[in-house]
């Protein structure tokens, strides 16, 4: 199994719709979650850290639920400009001072006129 | 003026030769990392710094080199390019506390022929 999988899409939604996506992590004691954006041919931007409490920014909701091992990320009111791919990142228990990320393939969005 | 900045953008190069890639950041953080992407291959983490006198191997250091020249400075060679390395090469930078919170460069699509 992977360390960090995500479903490649594409999603492929109305402008208006709202869309979730789900990220797995295999390693049970992980510690910290993030979300990317990625825009074609450019470079992945923070789009949210994941919270235990989950966490909301505007249009977009990050969730946490460790007894399934997954984070999600639900996006409402789709607009055009939220087409991308979005990049799942987990942060392993035993990363130490390195904390090294394990990033996910991502998930690509397309919101149709 | 962008955070992070790659140079050059786009390189084309022959096999066998040596390329270096250069990142620059404004941002005042200790850790510089560099990655490459493939498609269908997500991010791989190359070579990463904590701070100028520490230098660390990422997952696919193999065939790459780097140089801490500043805390603002940290470059990536090529030493004799191969048409594998072809790919997208982003450089990136986190704070010492964040860790999942990076801040990437614009990129540098590198061809090798």
């Known amino acids: 199994r992977k360390e960090v999988e995500q479903d490649p899409g594409p999603f492929n939604v109305p402008e208006g719709a709202t869309v979730a996506f789900n990220c797995t992590y295999s390693?049970?004691?992980?510690?910290?979650f993030f979300w990317y954006r990625q825009d074609c041919r450019k470079e992945p931007k923070l789009l949210m850290s994941v919270y235990s409490s989950g966490n909301e920014d505007g249009r977009f909701t990050a969730q946490l639920n460790r007894a399934s091992q997954y984070i999600s990320l639900l996006i409402r009111d789709s607009k055009l400009s939220d087409s991308a791919t979005y990049l799942c990142?987990?942060?392993?228990?035993?990363?130490?001072?390195?904390?090294?990320?394990?990033w996910g393939l991502g998930t690509s969005l397309a919101v149709n006129p | 003026d962008a955070d992070v900045t790659q140079t050059p953008r786009n390189r084309i190069t022959k096999t066998g030769k040596r390329i270096m890639l250069e990142c620059s950041q404004t941002?005042?953080?200790?850790?510089m990392y560099w990655y490459r992407q493939d498609p269908g291959l997500g991010l791989r983490l190359i070579y990463y710094s904590f701070d100028v006198k520490d230098i660390n191997k990422g997952e696919i250091s193999d065939g790459y080199s780097v140089s801490r020249q500043a805390q603002a400075k940290f470059s990536l060679s090529l030493e004799s390019a191969i048409p594998n390395q072809t790919a997208l090469y982003f450089c990136a930078t986190s704070g010492s506390g964040s860790g999942g919170e990076q801040y990437f460069g614009p990129g540098t699509r590198l061809t090798v022929t």
């Open positions: 990142v987990v942060i392993p228990a035993n990363a130490g001072n390195n904390r090294k990320l394990i």
């Open positions: 941002k005042g953080h200790d850790r």
């Open positions: 390693n049970s004691a992980s510690q910290s």
